[in-house]
């Protein structure tokens, strides 16, 4: 146990619909980082919060935003879903100690399986 | 894009030690050298980290080489359990860039 945690767990949904997937990090973590991974590809760095603040960001469609909020919990917003957003979606944590540079390692949790119909 | 190439695939017996080589020439010189490893679709797991010297903890062992250009992960005794993905990633303080893995199938 990674000690992140995210739901929902599975998720199906049809297409132009709009879903919202919710992370926890691991206790102490100020930095959370959303990534993708399509059916059989790699994992596709979304974007990443640090403190309620985004710090980066990666592939990440218009029609996705995230947040993360006061007690540093974060939530991923997909929305106008296509067949293609079908995927796993996973958040880790992470603490950063110096300000920008992450000099530890990341904590995933288990992911959000979502299947667009 | 990732700074690291590996092998797409490797098979290893099970009992033996399975070494996992990574190519990182690019490497900087604040750069460390991390591997993490997913199984069959669960969140990527942490291994180990290194920036010079050679480290080892109760999973595995990272070996670098002197000038930094290459690593190799070391599952001393690798179990059916051991079988994943494993990713070499170069970082510092940067977002963490996946790369397609080395599929490390071990074998009964």
């Known amino acids: 146990d990674s000690g992140v945690t995210q739901t929902p767990k599975h998720l199906i949904t049809a297409t132009g619909q709009r879903v919202t997937l919710r992370c926890s990090p691991r206790s102490g973590d100020l930095s959370v980082y959303w990534y993708q991974q399509s059916l059989d590809q790699g994992l596709q760095f979304l974007i990443q919060y640090y403190n309620g603040e985004e710090r980066a960001k990666g592939n990440i469609l218009e029609r996705f935003s995230a947040q993360q909020f006061p007690d540093l919990h974060s939530e991923l917003n997909l929305s106008s879903l296509e067949l293609g957003d079908s995927a796993l979606y996973f958040c880790?944590?992470?603490?950063?100690?110096?300000?920008?540079?992450?000099?530890?390692?990341?904590?995933f949790g288990e992911g959000s399986r979502l299947t667009v119909l | 894009d990732a700074k690291t190439t590996q092998p797409t695939s490797m098979d290893c017996a099970e009992g033996r030690a399975a070494n996992l080589p990574c190519n990182h020439s690019t490497i900087s010189g604040n750069e460390y050298v991390y591997w993490y490893r997913q199984i069959h679709s669960q969140g990527p797991q942490y291994i180990i980290h290194?920036?010079?010297n050679n480290e080892t903890n109760e999973m595995a062992s990272l070996i670098i080489t002197e000038d930094r250009k290459s690593s190799t992960l070391i599952l001393p005794h690798a179990t059916l359990r051991d079988t994943a993905v494993y990713y070499c990633?170069?970082?510092?303080?940067?977002?963490?860039?996946f790369g397609p893995g080395t599929r490390l199938s071990v074998l009964p």
């Open positions: 290194g920036l010079k």
């Open positions: 880790a944590s992470s603490l950063r100690t110096s300000g920008v540079l992450n000099t530890g390692e990341l904590f």
């Open positions: 990633i170069v970082n510092y303080g940067q977002n963490f860039v």
